[in-house]
């Protein structure tokens, strides 16, 4: 069982937005430490998508943005694209295991 | 451009051992935390341990504490993870990462080496 919880599967028609969920608790997103977001597609390695909480590397579209609240952090698609398929993650630190955590994947079907 | 560039997988028999290995580049080494994470097939991923710039901090999952051993050798830019007693649940990639700071907090991931714990 994972540390952060996602949903394990959303879905979505082409343009369409949707958002994926991460509930985590004191000791790591609601103690304020950064989330960061991965999508990964089948075969490769993870990509960096979102890191600290809102911020886009270089080369990934603004349709993907990020938020956090509390103890959640979401990771928001728009304009939704066949590529997009793929396995989202998203990662925190926790003050009780004093390393990383991740959340357990959110598969994105794009039908 | 930051790379991470692991290696030292393979086929290995259930009871035997591996050194796992990761050269940065792109970055001051010594600057950074690094992190070993793995994905075995099918799966999430699994933080596994973490070592601090200078190597005096060191953290691993509670579940796989006592078979893992991480290090770095700041001189040759390189993170290594001995792993002993290998067994058909350690059957994953291994990723090599390195973490953020303040001032710069994105991660850097490898491409990932795998490890087949088999007879």
């Known amino acids: 069982q994972s540390v952060l919880t996602q949903a394990p599967s959303v879905s979505g028609a082409p343009g369409q937005r949707v958002t994926i969920s991460c509930t985590g608790n004191i000791s790591n997103i609601g103690a304020g430490f950064d989330v960061h977001w991965y999508q990964q597609l089948p075969g490769t390695a993870p990509k960096v998508l979102i890191y600290a909480d809102n911020n886009r590397p270089s080369g990934v579209p603004d349709r993907f943005s990020g938020s956090k609240s509390g103890t959640s952090a979401s990771l928001a698609i728009t304009g939704l694209q066949a590529e997009d398929e793929a396995d989202y993650y998203c990662q925190s630190y926790d003050s009780r295991v004093s390393g990383w955590v991740f959340g357990g994947g959110t598969k994105l079907t794009v039908v | 451009e930051v790379q991470l560039v692991e290696s030292g997988g393979g086929l290995v028999k259930p009871g035997g051992s591996l050194r796992l290995s990761c050269v940065g580049s792109?970055?001051?080494?010594?600057?950074?935390?690094m992190n070993w994470v793995r994905q075995a097939p099918g799966k999430g991923l699994e933080w596994v341990s973490s070592?601090?710039?200078?190597?005096?901090?060191?953290f691993y999952a509670e579940s796989l504490k006592g078979r893992f051993s991480i290090s770095r050798d700041n001189a040759k830019n390189s993170l290594y993870l001995q792993i002993t007693s290998l067994r058909a649940e350690d059957t994953a990639v291994y990723y090599c990462?390195?973490?953020?700071?303040?001032?710069?907090?994105?991660?850097?991931w490898g491409q990932g080496t795998l490890v087949t714990v088999s007879s």
């Open positions: 792109g970055f001051t080494f010594n600057n950074y935390n």
């Open positions: 990462a390195r973490g953020g700071t303040v001032v710069t907090p994105r991660h850097y």
């Open positions: 070592i601090s710039g200078s190597g005096s901090y060191i």
